[in-house]
């Protein structure tokens, strides 16, 4: 409760400094707009479910081999006689 109010009173001092700061607007342009209008066109046509199906199938893959590689190398590393 004292970390509380310690993080309060410190957020609420930066904030009355931010107050004073001029607001900055970002701007990405026409080109971020034109690449996302076809990004989302693409998408809108693509068979979402398919593709989710296909991306899910090689995450597991590629974990399943990460995790054989990870018992292959525990299996070098223990001294079996």
Not at 23 to 30: A, C, K, R
């Amino acid at each position: 409760m004292i970390i509380n109010g310690l993080f309060d009173f410190i957020f609420g001092l930066a904030n009355v400094l931010f107050e004073f700061l001029p607001s900055v607007e970002i701007g990405f342009g026409t080109g971020f707009n034109t690449f996302l209008s076809i990004v989302s066109s693409v998408a809108y046509l693509l068979p979402m479910n398919t593709i989710l199906i296909m991306f899910g199938i090689i995450i597991s893959l590629m974990i399943f081999r990460i995790i054989v590689s990870v018992i292959k190398t525990i299996w070098q590393l223990l001294p079996i006689l």
